[in-house]
Structures are given as structure tokens and as C-alpha cells.
């Protein structure tokens, strides 16, 4: 019973797709910025994600210097996964998107 069958498939290669491949851009599902420092914002995002892929700490670390010093201070950021929220934050200063499939990463500016 717990052999397995030649062909069979498993959670990992269904479909033949690598679901954090699948994945790779990122998936806005919020934001309430003006698009160039949407974009900006974004690519920060992937690139402090894709440079700390195991520690989402210091991605968030590096995705709150870099704003504070392109954007002015006061940014806050949260890298994870499985994290529910409720802020107050300024207007047109909020960002929510996914990356890598599961992982979240919010951004909002506060006074």
C-alpha cells in the first residue's frame, strides 16, 4: 500500500510546474500609490526578497531603509507569511503584494 507507483505524481511536480517559479513576479493586491512609486516600491520589494530569500527580517529591514531614504521617514514594512492586519497609515502610501507564491509583503508610510 505505501509503495510507490511508477508515474504517479506528487504535490511537488504536478503539472510538471514549480509553484515558487510559477510565481515569480509579483502580485499586487493593494495599493493606493501613484504608479511610479508603485513601481519603485515594487521592484525594491522583489529585489530585498530575492537578496534575503531565507530571512524575511532583513528584507524587511532593507526595503524600510531604502524608503525612508527615497520616500522620507516613517516607513514600516512586513515580510512573511500568514499574517492578517489592520493599520493607519497615510493616503496614496500603501502598499500590499505577494512574491514567491505565499510570502506577503506590505509597505505603508505613517506620521
Known amino acids: ?3 510507490a507507483v511508477e508515474g504517479s505524481t506528487t504535490a ?3 503539472g510538471g510546474y ?5 510565481h515569480s513576479y509579483p502580485l499586487i493586491r493593494h495599493s493606493d500609490m501613484n504608479e511610479e512609486m508603485r513601481t ?3 521592484e525594491l520589494c522583489v529585489t530585498a526578497c530575492e537578496k534575503f530569500s531565507t530571512n ?3 528584507a524587511a ?3 524600510k531603509d531604502s524608503l525612508d531614504k527615497k520616500f522620507g521617514s516613517s516607513w514600516h514594512a512586513v515580510v512573511g507569511e500568514g499574517y492578517g492586519f489592520e493599520i493607519t497609515h497615510e493616503v496614496k502610501n500603501l502598499l ?3 512574491f514567491g ?11
Open 18 to 22: 514549480d509553484y515558487k517559479r510559477l
Open 1 to 3: 500500500m505505501g509503495e
Open 56 to 58: 524575511n527580517e532583513a
Open 40 to 42: 519603485e516600491a515594487m
Open 12 to 14: 511537488t511536480d504536478t
Open 101 to 111: 507564491g505565499s510570502t506577503a509583503i506590505l509597505v505603508w508610510k505613517s506620521s
Open 61 to 63: 529591514k532593507m526595503i
Open 96 to 98: 500590499y503584494l505577494f
